[in-house]
């Protein structure tokens, strides 16, 4: 905007452009459609398994069977897209299970692509669902401290990534928060041969409170500590662009803000500063807020859900990664 239009036309009544339905749509400046949206799956190993996540009501941990029934139900809807998670069978502190080439992300991607070749299956790259101590890294403890470390963590990050490109996954979305990890992950690719499968970092990425549910559906509370020495401070909004900035720099092809909601202004200011495809990932309890609050009778889930898809559109998001897909690819058909 160069001029205040108010200046300039003293009559404007912005009521004269809302009058009726078709009016507010022809003037309507952001538009929320199921082909940008992406559906996250729990598996894990298993037959006819449908376990559900308490606090994440609609929310299950599948078995690989189970999982291709929902994915085939989310793309019957429109949605595109699924994010994988797995949960191993056992753990250790090496998360072999990350990057064994049978794993249950391994196996179930194999599965996805065969039965639905057009299902985009983008996999989810970390290690601390396969850790004995949930850590997204390796653990270094002695008498006093407990550190994460850092660059031995992204041999494992880049292995388990090559062996879901191997599996067959379209995209893979390192969320670990590694310093360097889209490098990493990207050489390993190219070296193996992946050089056309694309990376979407979770590129600022916030220790968050918001990830409660999630880590009863993934299994992957850590054991002691937290993730603040890894994931970002809340407070810093700067830092968030320095994040990004980092991982184009390394490679990365679509770059995500995680929280979505509570976050606006970050995904906003990543839009306009790199207008990189710009995903964002409304987490487990934006998820589970609403289906609480609709359970009480205390708000409109449909309108809820609709308007903060909506409002994560016109912040910026050409992607968006929500529990709430294939509900909202329902509501979306009936509009
Ligand atoms: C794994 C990972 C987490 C989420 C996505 N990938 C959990 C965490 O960082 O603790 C959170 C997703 C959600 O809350 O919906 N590193």
Excluded at 29 to 58: D, W
Excluded at 174 to 203: C, H, N, W
Excluded at 307 to 313: F, G, I, N, Q
Aim: some cysteine; charged content about 25%; hydrophobic content about 45%.
């Amino acid at each position: 905007m160069n001029s205040h239009p108010l200046g300039q036309f003293p009559s404007y009544r912005p009521r004269r452009l809302r009058q009726s339905p078709v009016l507010r749509r022809m003037v309507s400046e952001t538009q929320l459609s199921v082909t940008q949206l992406v559906l996250p799956l729990f598996v894990r190993a298993g037959r006819k398994l449908r376990h559900p996540i308490s606090a994440m009501p609609g929310v299950f941990q599948l078995s690989p069977d189970e999982l291709v029934r929902e994915a085939t139900l989310a793309y019957e809807l429109g949605v595109p897209a699924v994010l994988l998670f797995g949960i191993p069978e056992t753990k250790d502190v090496r998360a072999s299970g990350a990057y064994a080439a049978n794993g249950i992300v391994q196996q179930a991607v194999r599965r996805l692509k065969k039965e639905l070749p057009q299902l985009l299956v983008i996999t989810d790259v970390c290690l601390c669902e396969y850790m004995a101590h949930g850590h997204c890294g390796i653990v270094q403890q002695d008498r006093h401290h407990t550190r994460i470390l850092n660059d031995p963590s992204l041999k494992l990050l880049a292995r388990a990534a090559a062996s879901h490109a191997e599996a067959g996954a379209d995209i893979v979305a390192p969320s670990d928060m590694m310093d360097g990890r889209v490098r990493a992950i990207r050489e390993q690719l190219d070296k193996q041969g992946f050089a056309d499968t694309p990376i979407m970092s979770y590129a600022a990425k916030f220790s968050s409170a918001f990830y409660g549910p999630f880590r009863e559906a993934a299994e992957s509370a850590p054991q002691f500590g937290d993730r603040r020495s890894y994931q970002m401070d809340p407070a810093n909004a700067n830092e968030a662009l320095r994040e990004v900035a980092l991982d184009i720099q390394e490679g990365a092809d679509i770059v995500m803000v995680k929280p979505a909601l509570a976050y606006l202004d970050i995904l906003h200011r990543v839009k306009t500063e790199f207008g990189y495809p710009t995903a964002a990932y409304a987490v487990s309890a934006e998820y589970s807020m609403v289906k609480a609050a609709a359970a009480n009778g205390w708000i409109d889930e449909r309108a809820v859900t609709l308007e903060s898809l909506l409002a994560m559109r016109r912040a910026g998001a050409d992607i968006i990664i929500t529990y709430a897909a294939m509900d909202a690819a329902r509501w979306l058909k009936e509009k």
